[in-house]
């Protein structure tokens, strides 16, 4: 039995410390936001915020994430209300949608550090998400978009 | 009323997120199933006015509307919906749509006759049955509120989910005319609207999924949940067309959490209670193959197999005038050999799918572009009767051609036979990558004649590469391969003499039909040689196919309107240069100009490409324009990166980490214009993938004076000492 804060909530899952966080989150706690995309860490389809940064959760272990707070797409918002969210509904920025999640847990991730991203920081920040739908503009003017919101909600 | 609508529109948007993944009923994206005969949709017949198979209309004013082309981020689920809300006159974003079943006698594409998406062909194929579904609708139900006044038809008309009796402003709303329009005849030839009518066709319309995208909530076929369902992963062959010679599966069953070994037909399946399980599962396995024929073959032997072809005459495909003899006299003549990898789609999702096969039923939940051939296998492979065989489509986490094929759905439907429960069946990014349908790979050979005022008098190119038709089975061996030959044998210029020849040469590499297919590489290989013949004739690229494009007036205009919108000639930043190329694709034209320079070290960098398509009519624009952005991001990630290497039969790359992806820092700025001509509608998704990689070698040539006639390009090459 391992216990992991999954958005807010403290969850005993049966599973082995060394399963990779991503398969306890999906099979175990049935969030299925988190997405499979490489099993490598190169893609970021499975970024979920550890502490509040970003971690690549096929590669990190339950074990290695025990009482820490992990933040999955799920519990970014209550209301599908977060700047980035809002900004991606806005710009409509998903295609297949598949690796969003991850894009926006890193994009969410940046703003937090950083009220006002340069296209430099979001580069830096996004080089490690992969779309392959290409909707790379539209991530970059979305994170622009998500500041604004940001500023004038703050 | 309008409290409910609301209401049961919410409850619909639910029921296409998690909350409402009733599994067992049939439905995972939302949607009743008439076909089950589980769902009530059948029962609900009385106060439902569906006047055919694409809308139902309630006695609470619910409009449902079917959409039967599978979302796989092109934005079918928003746009071909709107197609009939215009005509029918509804307000869009209180209709609830759902996902259309495997039923081909009712979702079939009216053109190819079957429900398998692919080649562009959602708009266009399907735009004038949708209208006329929603204008026939929209007419019995103005039938019906004239007849309830006593007016003629002529008397009334609609506005969003109202009939209104134009002189004296009456009005009722749809739900109260659905019983009385159910009882009248369909029209079969109804009014349609003129372009200037259109509510929502041609205008802006946000994506119908993107809430469900951006909180985890969109159910692909990776997430979807079965009571009971077991996790399979099936250990293949390296080598293609290999087979199993004898498996031992003692070490694999002694891991927790692993269920059943089995032998398929794709391989050895280790099925368990987890994804993490069965992978390991995998690992713990001993397979001994018989690796065939295919063992012998490498990237090499097939380089050098069509370098030896390509001295045949081959198969003619387009022959004008006599090139051979306008090229032997004499003249300035102009000779290239380009050379194109085989390339693998690489969908986000790994390929899945999940199955529950019994002896009396079968069901399959897949992320699938043919869920009418998704039917047909399961139907193959349970015993079913076809019609019987349910399908319930996910979305897609990416298509590309790839989700067309049947392998991942055949993997489920035989693992869940063999266990006896539902399976899921996960592919590892290493089996997306190693056990794929590949865009071909071809070496072609160009010549071409100028005479001495520069004006080309002769064309000649011959293709060398395996035909995907022809290995499907679905065209002839000993004919010309259509996808081998689109947008080689139709180049547009207008050259006296021209010359296309096909030779066929398959290594038994498995092909497949890969975004924009053959005119991904055709394109390439055409689009950069004319700017080799402009470039020896001494003109301008743009002016020089300008000149030769008097014939086809569609390319020119996109041409000119790209060299237009990218200040075409105008001076940029010093090592700055600009490339340009135009093709015709899946019914559209398309043209892009790409801004380049080129590092010391040889490395590339697109800073920006104006996109310029013209779609004949673009439904959805700011979807027509994320076609464009996406599709030249897919056609970057092939110049730059794009390469399956053939090792003795088997695929050498595994990962993103040697099959990258192009990522944020290398995405260049993209500006797309529409050029809506009013022609029939063409297609989207594919459209804007052909002319990006002419477009920027070209770009590179005028930078550097170097020529990239071999794709992925070698930094190498371009290197300055």
């Given at each position: 039995?391992?216990t992991l804060t999954?958005n807010?909530k403290?969850?005993q899952?049966?599973?082995?410390?060394?399963m990779?966080?991503l398969?306890?989150i999906?099979?175990?706690?049935?969030?299925t936001?988190?997405?499979f995309?490489?099993?490598v860490?190169?893609c970021g389809?499975c970024n979920?915020?550890?502490?509040?940064?970003?971690?690549?959760?096929c590669?990190t272990?339950?074990?290695a994430v025990?009482?820490?707070?992990?933040t999955?797409i799920?519990?970014l918002?209550?209301k599908?209300?977060?700047?980035?969210?809002?900004?991606?509904?806005?710009?409509?920025?998903?295609?297949?949608g598949?690796?969003?999640s991850?894009?926006?847990?890193s994009a969410a991730?940046?703003?937090?550090?950083?009220a006002?991203?340069?296209?430099?920081?979001?580069d830096?920040?996004?080089a490690?998400?992969i779309?392959?739908?290409?909707?790379?503009q539209?991530?970059?003017a979305?994170?622009?978009r998500a500041?604004?919101?940001?500023?004038?909600?703050? | 009323?309008?409290t409910?609508?609301t209401?049961q529109?919410r409850?619909?948007?639910?029921?296409?997120?998690?909350?409402?993944?009733?599994?067992?009923?049939?439905?995972?994206?939302?949607?009743?199933?008439?076909v089950?005969?589980r769902?009530?949709?059948?029962?609900?017949?009385?106060g439902?006015?569906?006047p055919?198979?694409?809308?139902?209309i309630?006695?609470?004013?619910l409009?449902?509307?079917?959409?039967?082309?599978?979302?796989?981020?092109?934005?079918?689920l928003?746009?071909m919906?709107a197609?009939?809300?215009?005509?029918?006159?509804?307000d869009?974003?209180?209709v609830?749509?759902?996902?259309?079943?495997?039923n081909?006698?009712?979702?079939?594409?009216?053109?190819t006759?079957?429900?398998?998406?692919?080649?562009s062909?959602?708009v266009?194929?399907h735009i004038?049955?949708?209208?006329?579904?929603?204008?026939?609708a929209?007419?019995m139900?103005?039938?019906a509120?004239?007849?309830?006044w006593?007016?003629?038809?002529?008397?009334v008309?609609?506005?969003p989910?109202?009939?209104?009796?134009?002189?004296?402003?009456?009005?009722?709303?749809?739900?109260a005319?659905?019983?009385?329009?159910a009882k009248?005849?369909?029209?079969?030839?109804?009014?349609?609207k003129?372009?200037?009518?259109?509510?929502?066709?041609g205008k802006?319309?946000?994506r119908?999924?993107?809430?469900?995208?951006?909180?985890?909530a969109?159910?692909?076929?990776?997430?979807?949940?079965?009571?009971?369902?077991?996790?399979?992963?099936?250990?293949r062959?390296?080598v293609?067309g290999?087979?199993v010679?004898s498996?031992?599966?003692?070490?694999?069953?002694r891991?927790?959490?692993v269920?059943?070994v089995?032998?398929?037909?794709?391989?050895?399946a280790?099925?368990?209670?987890?994804?993490?399980?069965?992978?390991?599962?995998?690992k713990?396995?001993?397979v001994e193959?018989?690796?065939?024929?295919?063992?012998?073959?490498?990237?090499a032997?097939?380089?050098?197999?069509?370098?030896?072809a390509?001295?045949?005459t081959?198969q003619?495909?387009?022959n004008?005038?006599?090139?051979?003899?306008?090229?032997?006299?004499?003249?300035?003549?102009?000779?290239?050999?380009y050379?194109?990898?085989?390339?693998?789609?690489a969908?986000?999702?790994p390929?899945?799918?999940?199955?529950?096969?019994k002896?009396?039923?079968?069901e399959?939940?897949a992320?699938t572009?043919n869920p009418?051939?998704?039917?047909i296998t399961g139907?193959r492979?349970?015993?079913?009767?076809?019609e019987k065989?349910v399908?319930?489509?996910t979305f897609?986490g990416?298509?590309?051609?790839?989700?067309?094929e049947q392998d991942?759905?055949?993997?489920?439907?035989?693992?869940?036979?063999?266990?006896?429960?539902?399976v899921?069946?996960i592919?590892?990014?290493?089996?997306?990558l190693?056990?794929?349908?590949?865009r071909?790979?071809?070496?072609?050979?160009?010549?071409?004649?100028?005479?001495d005022?520069?004006?080309?008098?002769?064309?000649w190119?011959?293709v060398v590469?395996?035909g995907?038709?022809i290995?499907k089975?679905r065209?002839?061996?000993?004919?010309i391969?259509?996808t081998?030959?689109?947008?080689?044998?139709?180049?547009?210029?207008?050259?006296?003499n021209?010359?296309?020849e096909?030779?066929h040469?398959?290594y038994?590499?498995?092909l497949?039909?890969?975004r924009?297919?053959?005119?991904?590489?055709?394109?390439?290989?055409?689009?950069?040689?004319?700017?080799e013949?402009a470039?020896?004739?001494g003109k301008?690229?743009?002016?020089f196919?300008r000149s030769?494009?008097?014939?086809?007036?569609?390319h020119k205009?996109?041409?000119?309107?790209?060299?237009?919108?990218?200040n075409w000639?105008?001076?940029?930043?010093?090592?700055?240069?600009r490339?340009i190329?135009?093709?015709?694709?899946?019914?559209?034209?398309?043209?892009?100009?790409?801004?380049?320079?080129v590092?010391?070290?040889g490395?590339v960098?697109v800073?920006k490409l104006?996109?310029?398509?013209?779609p004949g009519?673009?439904?959805?624009p700011?979807?027509?324009?994320?076609q464009m952005?996406?599709?030249?991001?897919y056609?970057?990630?092939?110049?730059?990166?794009?390469?399956?290497?053939i090792?003795?039969?088997?695929?050498?790359q595994?990962?993103?980490t040697?099959?990258?992806?192009?990522?944020i820092?290398?995405?260049?700025?993209?500006?797309v214009h529409i050029?809506n001509?009013?022609?029939?509608a063409?297609?989207?998704?594919?459209?804007g993938?052909?002319t990006?990689?002419?477009?920027?070698c070209?770009?590179?040539?005028?930078?550097?004076?170097?020529r990239?006639?071999?794709?992925?390009?070698?930094?190498?090459?371009?290197?300055?000492?």
């Amino acid at each position: 039995m391992i216990t992991l804060t999954v958005n807010g909530k403290r969850r005993q899952v049966d599973a082995p410390p060394d399963m990779p966080l991503l398969w306890v989150i999906r099979e175990k706690l049935n969030l299925t936001g988190t997405k499979f995309g490489c099993g490598v860490a190169v893609c970021g389809a499975c970024n979920v915020l550890v502490d509040g940064s970003p971690v690549r959760s096929c590669v990190t272990t339950a074990g290695a994430v025990a009482g820490k707070k992990i933040t999955t797409i799920e519990g970014l918002s209550a209301k599908n209300d977060h700047p980035v969210q809002k900004a991606w509904i806005e710009l409509d920025v998903p295609q297949c949608g598949y690796c969003q999640s991850g894009q926006i847990l890193s994009a969410a991730a940046l703003l937090a550090q950083k009220a006002a991203p340069t296209d430099a920081d979001i580069d830096n920040a996004m080089a490690g998400n992969i779309c392959r739908c290409g909707t790379y503009q539209r991530i970059r003017a979305g994170i622009h978009r998500a500041a604004q919101i940001k500023k004038e909600g703050a | 009323m309008a409290t409910l609508r609301t209401t049961q529109a919410r409850i619909s948007r639910r029921a296409l997120i998690k909350g409402g993944l009733a599994v067992g009923t049939g439905l995972v994206v939302g949607f009743r199933l008439p076909v089950t005969g589980r769902g009530t949709a059948l029962a609900q017949t009385t106060g439902v006015f569906a006047p055919n198979q694409w809308i139902k209309i309630d006695r609470d004013g619910l409009v449902t509307i079917v959409n039967s082309v599978v979302e796989m981020g092109q934005g079918s689920l928003t746009t071909m919906p709107a197609i009939v809300a215009d005509e029918l006159d509804t307000d869009l974003a209180k209709v609830r749509v759902d996902q259309a079943p495997a039923n081909p006698k009712l979702y079939a594409n009216p053109v190819t006759n079957t429900q398998s998406y692919g080649g562009s062909r959602g708009v266009r194929d399907h735009i004038t049955m949708l209208r006329k579904a929603g204008a026939a609708a929209r007419e019995m139900l103005m039938q019906a509120g004239a007849n309830e006044w006593g007016v003629p038809l002529d008397d009334v008309t609609t506005e969003p989910d109202a009939v209104v009796h134009k002189s004296t402003g009456r009005r009722l709303p749809y739900s109260a005319l659905v019983d009385k329009a159910a009882k009248l005849p369909v029209p079969q030839n109804p009014k349609l609207k003129t372009p200037d009518q259109f509510r929502y066709i041609g205008k802006a319309m946000p994506r119908r999924d993107t809430p469900l995208k951006v909180n985890g909530a969109a159910i692909y076929g990776m997430d979807v949940q079965v009571p009971g369902m077991l996790i399979a992963s099936i250990e293949r062959c390296p080598v293609f067309g290999g087979k199993v010679k004898s498996f031992d599966a003692t070490a694999a069953k002694r891991i927790r959490g692993v269920k059943h070994v089995v032998q398929v037909s794709n391989g050895v399946a280790v099925v368990g209670d987890s994804f993490w399980t069965v992978t390991r599962g995998r690992k713990a396995l001993k397979v001994e193959w018989d690796e065939g024929p295919v063992a012998v073959v490498s990237s090499a032997s097939i380089s050098q197999g069509y370098e030896a072809a390509s001295g045949q005459t081959g198969q003619v495909a387009r022959n004008d005038g006599d090139a051979d003899k306008s090229l032997a006299a004499g003249g300035k003549t102009v000779e290239g050999i380009y050379q194109v990898p085989f390339l693998e789609h690489a969908c986000m999702e790994p390929m899945n799918a999940t199955a529950l096969v019994k002896p009396d039923s079968c069901e399959i939940w897949a992320p699938t572009q043919n869920p009418g051939g998704t039917q047909i296998t399961g139907a193959r492979i349970s015993g079913v009767p076809v019609e019987k065989v349910v399908v319930n489509t996910t979305f897609l986490g990416g298509g590309f051609g790839r989700r067309g094929e049947q392998d991942f759905i055949v993997d489920a439907l035989e693992t869940s036979k063999a266990v006896g429960a539902p399976v899921k069946v996960i592919w590892t990014r290493e089996d997306d990558l190693q056990h794929s349908f590949y865009r071909p790979a071809t070496y072609n050979i160009f010549k071409a004649a100028l005479d001495d005022k520069g004006q080309p008098v002769a064309w000649w190119n011959r293709v060398v590469g395996p035909g995907i038709l022809i290995q499907k089975g679905r065209a002839q061996a000993g004919t010309i391969d259509g996808t081998a030959m689109e947008g080689a044998r139709n180049m547009p210029y207008d050259i006296p003499n021209v010359r296309v020849e096909w030779v066929h040469k398959d290594y038994g590499i498995p092909l497949g039909f890969w975004r924009s297919v053959g005119t991904s590489q055709n394109a390439f290989i055409v689009e950069s040689f004319v700017d080799e013949m402009a470039h020896a004739a001494g003109k301008d690229p743009f002016e020089f196919r300008r000149s030769l494009l008097g014939k086809a007036p569609r390319h020119k205009a996109v041409l000119e309107l790209a060299a237009s919108k990218a200040n075409w000639g105008s001076p940029l930043p010093a090592g700055r240069a600009r490339g340009i190329a135009v093709c015709f694709s899946y019914a559209s034209y398309a043209a892009h100009v790409a801004e380049v320079s080129v590092a010391p070290d040889g490395k590339v960098r697109v800073h920006k490409l104006v996109g310029v398509i013209d779609p004949g009519l673009a439904v959805n624009p700011d979807q027509v324009k994320a076609q464009m952005e996406g599709g030249a991001i897919y056609a970057l990630t092939a110049v730059y990166y794009g390469q399956i290497t053939i090792d003795r039969g088997r695929v050498k790359q595994t990962n993103f980490t040697d099959y990258p992806m192009l990522r944020i820092d290398e995405a260049p700025v993209m500006d797309v214009h529409i050029l809506n001509s009013g022609e029939a509608a063409g297609g989207l998704g594919e459209p804007g993938v052909p002319t990006v990689a002419p477009a920027v070698c070209n770009a590179i040539f005028a930078a550097t004076g170097k020529r990239i006639r071999q794709l992925p390009i070698q930094t190498d090459l371009l290197k300055r000492a």
